[in-house]
């Protein structure tokens, strides 16, 4: 059974810091993109931050320069630093990956959840 387990959520006031990790079960981090999704409530998913196999990292525009994905293999734990909280952060917080399909040799987008860190800032 694959899975994705989160920690590191919490309660933080502004301009505070928090570091969620994930750790994944089997080999599902070796191959394809991983990366961090949050949700507010009354929002829809977006992506954060995504790092790929040859360790490209993405950020979305409202968490560049304060949110740093990273990945220990040996560990097999996905981990996003994140600085500067600011209230908008505030979110369900999840990790994700792709699946490698053996047979056609490629990557799903994302096949693999988390089941979620709440992250609330306060002013």
């Known amino acids: 059974q694959v899975q994705l387990v989160e920690s590191g959520g919490g309660s933080v006031q502004a301009g505070g810091a928090l570091k969620l990790s994930c750790v994944a079960s089997?080999?599902?981090?070796?191959?394809?993109?991983k990366g961090w999704f949050r949700q507010a409530p009354g929002k829809e998913r977006e992506l954060v931050s995504s790092i790929s196999s040859d360790g490209t990292t993405t950020y979305s525009d409202s968490v560049k320069g304060r949110f740093t994905i990273s990945l220990d293999k040996a560990k097999n734990t996905l981990y996003l630093q994140m600085n500067t909280l600011q209230t908008e952060d505030t979110a369900v917080y999840y990790c994700?990956?792709?699946?490698?399909?053996?047979?056609?040799?490629?990557?799903?987008?994302?096949?693999?959840w988390g089941q979620g860190a709440q992250v609330t800032v306060s002013s």
């Open positions: 089997g080999s599902i981090f070796g191959r394809c993109t």
């Open positions: 994700a990956a792709g699946k490698w399909l053996m047979f056609q040799r490629r990557c799903t987008e994302w096949s693999y």
